[in-house]
T-cell receptor, first 114, second 107 residues
Framework: DVKVTQSSRYLVKRTGEKVFLECVQD?????MFWYRQDPGLGLRLIYF???????EKGDIPEGYSVSREKKERFSLILESASTNQTSMYLCASSTPGSAYNEQFFGPGTRLTVL | KNEVEQSPQNLTAQEGEFITINCSYSVGISALHWLQQHPGGGIVSLFMLSSGKKKHGRLIATINIQEKHSSLHITASHPRDSAVYICAVGNGNQFYFGTGTSLTVIP
């Protein structure tokens, strides 16, 4: 079974803090994704990565950065957290050509920025 | 403008009812996925479709490429089917997601 894990289920941070969200997958997938999910807006892509040290901006990259130093790990960084970044963050992974292939999701991190 | 529209947004059904959730999309796609999200956040993939129809247990998914429309049907619904159902369309490595349909099945 593919397993995608995220470092925290719930996280509370203060405005201005630097926040790290970690995602690890154990199936040697090339593609990894970070989404945020907000009521009424669905899942929106923040960043994705095709391979180690490769990254591409998604639909809403502002205020975020990512790091992929190892194939199994994809980190999302909030450089200076703001209250409008309060959201559910979901990581996913897949093999290449992911329009056809299933994306496997982590359990999500519910981040609250005070 | 949403590339993927789902209807209805919310749905309440009695146990045993036949349920249909609809998905319309406006972009060219390689494949369409139906996802299920239970309370607590975890998302699992139910189906991937590029044409026709697929069936898995009580769930049936259909797609009409010409009309850019897909439906997810649940036969003999059960309270454990209560979840948010999300339609996602894929084009290359990019996915577009619907906002989800929240289904509640009452015993």
């Amino acid at each position: 079974d593919v397993k995608v894990t995220q470092s925290s289920r719930y996280l509370v941070k203060r405005t201005g803090e630097k926040v790290f969200l970690e995602c690890v997958q154990d199936m040697d997938h090339e593609n990894m994704f970070w989404y945020r999910q907000d009521p009424g807006l669905g899942l929106r892509l923040i960043y994705f990565s095709y391979d180690v040290k490769m990254k591409e901006k998604g639909d809403i990259p502002e205020g975020y950065s990512v790091s992929r130093e190892k194939k199994e790990r994809f980190s999302l960084i909030l450089e200076s957290a703001s209250t409008n970044q309060t959201s559910m963050y979901l990581c996913a992974s897949s093999t290449p050509g992911s329009a056809y292939n299933e994306q496997f999701f982590g359990p999500g991190t519910r981040l609250t920025v005070l | 403008k949403n590339e993927v529209e789902q209807s209805p947004q919310n749905l309440t059904a009695q146990e045993g009812e036949f349920i249909t959730i609809n998905c319309s999309y406006s972009v060219g796609i390689s494949a369409l996925h139906w996802l299920q999200q239970h309370p607590g956040g975890g998302i699992v993939s139910l189906f991937m479709l590029s044409s026709g129809k697929k069936k898995h247990g009580r769930l049936i998914a259909t797609i009409n490429i010409q009309e850019k429309h897909s439906s997810l049907h649940i036969t003999a619904s059960h309270p454990r089917d209560s979840a948010v159902y999300i339609c996602a369309v894929g084009n290359g490595n990019q996915f577009y997601f619907g906002t989800g349909t929240s289904l509640t099945v009452i015993p």
